[in-house]
């Protein structure tokens, strides 16, 4: 298969040559698969700790591979809690076009008034 690296990204060509290919584009091909983007850059530093150790001389590999496991990376961090503030809690029953405009007024001040005491 015939592919083209440009800015970090991988293209895979349209067309199939016969032989292998220059090097490994299993990192590209995670990213275009959707693995999670904290994956694949872990995912590249051990590719690239690999390829150094791999031309410094290689013997010490098998060490190299235990130390950078691939899914070592930091999960991302747990989204914070949804609790509804005051306001969100108060224009849930809130009818916009049923508001005389005396009454939209009243209610803006109302609701300034609960994000003053919440911020």
């Known amino acids: 298969m015939a592919v083209k690296e440009h800015d970090g990204d991988v293209i895979f060509l349209h067309e199939v040559r016969r032989g292998a290919a220059d090097r490994s584009y299993g990192v590209q091909v995670a990213k275009l698969a ?5 994956v694949v850059s872990r995912a590249r530093v051990v590719l690239d700790a690999l390829e150094k150790g791999e031309r410094e ?30 306001v969100e809690a108060r224009l ?11 009454e939209a007024l009243d209610l803006l001040y109302e609701l300034k008034g609960l994000a003053d005491r919440a911020g």
């Open 92 to 102: 849930e029953d809130v009818l916009p076009d049923t508001l005389s405009p005396r």
């Open 57 to 86: 001389g290689g013997g010490a590999q098998k060490a190299l591979i235990d130390d950078l496991p691939l899914f070592a990376a930091t999960p991302p961090p747990a989204p914070a809690s949804m609790r509804r503030s005051e």
């Open 34 to 38: 959707g693995l999670p983007e904290a």
